[in-house]
């Protein structure tokens, strides 16, 4: 866990963070179902670019996002290393490919600071904020809005 400060008149929220290339970001700890390591996809025919394929997850099939690509990040290269974290959006459920997953995070609404306003619309929308931890800066992401457009109907 990180030192961050807690105002005990807030409620806790918990957030599971990740790396993708030298960035952080984080995500909701109750939209995460599991996190799991990598496991070879199955590519489709005319999936969009950033879906690497699905996975047979317990019988039922896993889209998975290449998160890096979603993000505009560029395309990842997976290797053994790598994890995805199987969450549920308000829509779906979905694989997302991460390089690692780096940290659990308590925090209150108040380390929460406002997306910079130099970021666009869609920017501000996807990034509910940033978090400054421990000469950190991690960008807090809304799964809904991420994955809530209509080209991931495909998927």
Same mark, same amino acid.
């Given at each position: 866990? /990180?030192?961050i400060v807690?105002?005990q008149? %807030?409620?806790?929220?918990e957030?599971?963070a990740?790396r993708?290339? @030298? %960035?952080? *970001?984080?995500?909701?700890?109750? /939209?995460? #179902? =599991?996190?799991r390591g990598?496991t070879p996809?199955?590519p489709?025919?005319?999936?969009?670019? @950033?879906?690497?394929?699905?996975?047979?997850? #317990?019988?039922?099939?896993l889209?998975?996002?290449d998160?890096?690509a979603r993000?505009?990040?560029g *395309? /990842? %290269?997976p290797t053994?290393r790598?994890?995805?974290i199987v969450? $549920?959006?308000? #829509?779906?459920?979905?694989?997302?490919l991460?390089?690692?997953?780096s940290d659990?995070l308590?925090?209150? $609404?108040?380390?929460? %600071?406002p997306?910079?306003?130099?970021a666009s @619309?869609f920017? #501000? $929308?996807?990034?509910?904020?940033?978090l /400054?931890?421990?000469?950190?800066?991690?960008?807090?992401?809304e799964? @809904?809005?991420?994955?809530?457009? $209509?080209?991931? =109907?495909?998927?």
């Open positions: 866990m /990180s030192g807690r105002n008149n %807030q409620a806790d929220k957030l599971i990740f993708i290339g @030298d %960035q952080e *970001f984080c995500v909701d700890i109750m /939209s995460v #179902r =599991e996190i990598w996809a199955t489709m025919p005319h999936a969009p670019a @950033d879906v690497v394929g699905v996975i047979n997850l #317990r019988g039922a099939v889209p998975i996002m998160l890096s993000l505009g990040m *395309f /990842s %290269q053994p790598h994890v995805i969450a $549920q959006t308000r #829509r779906k459920v979905v694989g997302l991460v390089e690692a997953v659990i308590t925090i209150t $609404q108040d380390n929460i %600071q997306t910079p306003d130099v @619309d920017v #501000r $929308q996807l990034a509910k904020g940033i /400054s931890i421990e000469n950190r800066m991690i960008c807090l992401l799964l @809904d809005t991420l994955f809530g457009g $209509q080209e991931n =109907e495909a998927a």
